[in-house]
């Protein structure tokens, strides 16, 4: 038995292939066994998701990942590095991988990680096999950041969920493609390129500059809330704007009717973490349109901004 009694509740319901709302650092996700077809046909349906766009396997021991995909220096460099924590490394599956061909969507590679949360980690070290949970958003919605952002459509679905508060990072992990010669990553977070880089000693290449689209969820629409964002802007155009400010928003916001400040002091990391949950706050009192101030292009400002660009178009 293990002994936080919600976590052997939601062991109980993976083993019999339900559906379990699992913290992470990150984003609240939507799990199942990623072993059981029939378990993970639920989360595509619950999320209304289509089944071309592969999940994340999460795990919580490197020694169980190296069961179900080829791990070369560089992944166990980064994963001895930045796990537990916000990486996701696309890596090739073994030939007897456990991950269902359903969860990596029929491709040759398998994304995994390990995810930073207590609970989490308590319950996969238990279930000693992966799990795949994708952010438990319906497909087009904003990623939860706290259980309070839950869809009602998506909580009839499951049969439990895991509440560990808020998630400290607030954005999904960084995706690393390890499945070639060349290091790539395929989707900004928390952890930058410039970090990815220092740790392996060598060049990363951005999705964009490979010339193609590798995570088969960016030619997805994403994240799009339904009041209309303008980015880099701190003016309102109607009565009814509200701001997204970060850093001193200077005096013009009396021309709002609402002003969130995703960090005042101007921190990135700060910013990461309030930004679903201030979209989220502003998407549902109908202003006109959010002002979004400009948000710095270097570190995480990358992975913000990424999310913001995804979220106005
Ligand atoms: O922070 C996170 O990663 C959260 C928490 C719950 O762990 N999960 C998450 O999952 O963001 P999801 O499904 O919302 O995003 C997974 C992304 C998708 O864009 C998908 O296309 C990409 O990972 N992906 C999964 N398997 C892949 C593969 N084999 N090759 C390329 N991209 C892959
Ligand atoms: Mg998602």
Do not use: W
């Not at 980690?121 to 949970?133: G, I, Q, T, W």
């Not at 740790?199 to 010339?211: A, I, M, Q, R, W």
């Amino acid at each position: 038995m293990l002994e936080n009694t919600q976590c052997q509740k939601a062991l109980d319901c993976l083993k019999k292939g339900e559906l379990v709302i699992l913290p992470t650092e990150t984003v609240y996700g939507i799990a199942a066994d990623a072993q059981n077809e029939e378990a993970v046909k639920k989360i595509f349906k619950a999320k209304n998701r289509p089944d071309f766009n592969p999940l994340i396997s999460h795990y919580a021991e490197v020694s169980e990942i190296d069961k179900d995909v080829v791990l070369d220096s560089r992944a166990r460099k980064l994963l001895e590095k930045f796990s537990p924590g916000p990486l996701t490394l696309v890596l090739n599956k073994k030939e007897n991988s456990r991950i269902s061909d359903l969860v990596s969507s029929g491709l040759k590679t398998a994304a995994v990680r390990i995810p930073e949360k207590e609970l989490s980690l308590e319950l996969l070290k238990s279930f000693a096999a992966p799990v795949a949970a994708p952010s438990a958003n319906l497909s087009t919605e904003l990623s939860p950041t706290q259980i309070e952002h839950l869809n009602p459509k998506l909580l009839d679905q499951v049969s439990l969920v895991l509440d560990q508060g808020p998630c400290e990072h607030g954005i999904e992990s960084t995706i690393v493609d390890l499945s070639t010669d060349k290091v790539i990553v395929l989707r900004f977070g928390s952890i930058t390129s410039q970090e990815i880089e220092e740790t392996l000693g060598e060049k990363v290449f951005l999705k964009d500059d490979s010339g193609e689209v590798k995570a088969p969820g960016s030619l997805l629409k994403h994240y799009a809330p339904k009041t209309k964002l303008r980015l880099n802007s701190k003016e309102a155009l109607s009565e009814n704007d509200a701001l997204l400010a970060f850093g001193e928003p200077g005096s013009n916001t009396q021309a709002f009717q609402k002003v969130i400040n995703l960090s005042p002091k101007a921190d990135l990391a700060e910013a990461a973490r309030n930004l679903f949950a201030s979209l989220h706050s502003l998407d549902k009192e109908a202003f006109q349109s959010i002002a979004v101030m400009p948000i710095p292009e270097q570190g995480l400002g990358l992975a913000i901004n990424d999310k913001l660009i995804k979220a106005a178009s």
